[in-house]
């Protein structure tokens, strides 16, 4: 069965740096486009950034562009994200997520929170 | 490109048949407008892609139907475990939620 597992939330204060992992297996994670979507505490998601199977392009929401990088190591069957300059809105539950046909998003990871905070 | 659910809140009880509504700002490509499931405490579930295609393991009581800016998913007979937060998307250049209509026990 898919599975994603994301690590690496916590608590911080604004200004720092953060990087979530996810961590793939039980499909060829080298083939396909990999997702992050947020949920911020009892708010609906929010679509945060992709990248393509080879890592070779990205897209962002404009909320976190240039503050965040998608990346990924298909040797490793782990995407990353790797999150600068934090902000107290980026505190959310962050999901990654596989593309599936750029269509639509259907295997998720359970989420790992990220608590900005001062 | 916007998406806009309604209603926000849709109150019914087991075995009645649900319609919730997602409304684009714009004409949207029926191949790129899909649907999730969210439960308390998990993680969002594909419900339908494609618009109208059911997602594996899906059952048939769920099917979505609509085209250029608006999208219906249907329930058929509500089971006690459909009732959730149900999200449209749409897959573009950037990808975008609507803000979820939450289906809750009358």
């Known amino acids: 069965q898919v599975q994603l597992v994301e690590s690496g939330g916590g608590v911080v204060q604004p200004g720092v740096s953060l990087r979530l992992s996810c961590a793939a297996s039980?499909?060829?994670?080298?083939?396909?486009?990999m997702h992050w979507v947020r949920q911020a505490p009892d708010k609906g998601l929010q679509w945060v950034a992709f990248?393509?199977?080879?890592?070779?392009?990205?897209n962002y929401a404009d909320s976190v562009k240039g503050r965040f990088t998608i990346s990924r190591d298909n040797s490793k069957n782990t995407l990353y994200l790797q999150m600068n300059s934090l902000r107290v809105e980026d505190t959310a539950v962050y999901y990654c997520?596989?593309?599936?046909?750029?269509?639509?998003?259907?295997?998720w990871g359970q989420g790992t929170l990220v608590t900005v905070s001062s | 490109i916007v998406l806009t659910q309604s209603p926000g809140t849709l109150s019914l009880s087991a075995g009645e048949r649900a319609t919730l509504s997602c409304r684009a700002s714009q004409t949207v490509n029926s191949n790129y407008l899909a649907w999730y499931q969210q439960r308390p405490g998990q993680a969002p579930r594909l419900l339908i892609y494609g618009a109208s295609s059911r997602a594996t393991g899906i059952p048939d009581r769920f099917s979505g139907s609509g085209s250029g800016t608006d999208f219906t998913l249907t329930i058929s007979r509500l089971e006690p475990e459909d009732f959730a937060v149900y999200y449209c998307q749409h897959y573009g250049s950037l990808v975008g939620f609507g803000q979820g209509t939450k289906l809750e026990i009358k």
């Open positions: 039980a499909f060829t994670f080298s083939g396909y486009g």
């Open positions: 997520a596989r593309d599936f046909h750029t269509k639509a998003l259907d295997f």
């Open positions: 990248i393509r199977f080879d890592g070779n392009n990205e």
